[in-house]
């Protein structure tokens, strides 16, 4: 069965600061790999996706991810945090053939001045 | 930018009203889905469906139906509310890309109190 675990409900970084959110997954099989964000007051949006080709993914907003099989991980950095990018972050993964992505927990994001 | 609503964005009732959260997308997706989301809680799958006629319960229990006549409507309802049922309701839609790949897009949530 497949799992997702985010350490570390909240994060706190300085403006200009590495951003760093970890993500654990289990899968059974090959997983796609995603990372969503939502902030207040709407709905979640892709930041990103894994989906076996380059172990390392760019995405919106200067993020990117890497694939890391050996240790079950599919963390998400930015190198320099911006005040907009305060928000909750939720890692992803669903299978290969399978209809049903199983989400994490989420990780708050603050970002302070 | 998802094309993607959900109406009413809050709602508070009291306790044995029947209710219908409304999703409506303009994307032509033929997946939809409802997710339940408690803050610091994973997402839960409550219902989806491949496409007009279609619908399955997800992994989370839930005493809601949904129904799925168009391609663009995935109302939900509950029959009669409880304060269990307090939470955000979250509705999304996705195109099939290749199993397991899609990308979904979400409603900007109904926040639901049921007093």
């Known amino acids: 069965a497949q799992s997702v675990t985010q350490l570390g409900s909240h994060v706190s970084v300085s403006e200009g600061a590495l951003v760093l959110l970890r993500c654990n997954y289990s899968?059974?099989?090959?997983?796609?790999l995603f990372w969503y964000v939502q902030y207040p007051n709407q709905g979640l949006q892709l930041l990103l996706k894994?989906?076996?080709?380059?172990?390392l993914v760019k995405g919106i907003n200067g993020f990117e991810a890497e694939f890391k099989k050996s240790e079950t991980s599919f963390h998400l950095t930015k190198p320099s945090a911006h005040m907009s990018d305060a928000a909750e972050y939720f890692c992803?993964?669903?299978?290969?053939?399978?209809?049903?992505?199983?989400f994490g927990a989420g990780t708050r994001l603050f970002v302070k001045a | 930018e998802a094309d993607i609503y959900q109406t009413p964005r809050y709602l508070v009732i009291g306790t044995g009203k029947k209710i219908t959260l409304e999703c409506s997308q303009t994307?032509?997706?033929?997946?939809m889905y409802w997710y339940q989301q408690d803050p610091g809680m994973e997402l839960h799958l409550i219902h989806y469906?491949?496409?007009?006629?279609?619908?399955e319960k997800g992994d989370l229990s839930s005493e809601s139906t949904v129904s799925r006549i168009r391609t663009e409507h995935f109302p939900l309802t509950l029959e009669s509310a409880r304060p269990s049922h307090t939470s955000q309701y979250l509705c999304?839609?996705?195109?099939?890309?290749?199993?397991?790949?899609?990308?979904?897009?979400f409603g900007p949530g109904t926040r639901l109190t049921v007093l």
């Open positions: 994307m032509g997706h033929d997946k």
């Open positions: 894994y989906t076996s080709a380059a172990t």
């Open positions: 992803a993964v669903s299978e290969s053939g399978g209809f049903k992505t199983i």
């Open positions: 899968s059974s099989v090959p997983p796609y």
């Open positions: 999304a839609s996705s195109n099939p890309s290749g199993g397991g790949t899609d990308t979904q897009y």
């Open positions: 469906s491949y496409g007009v006629n279609s619908t």
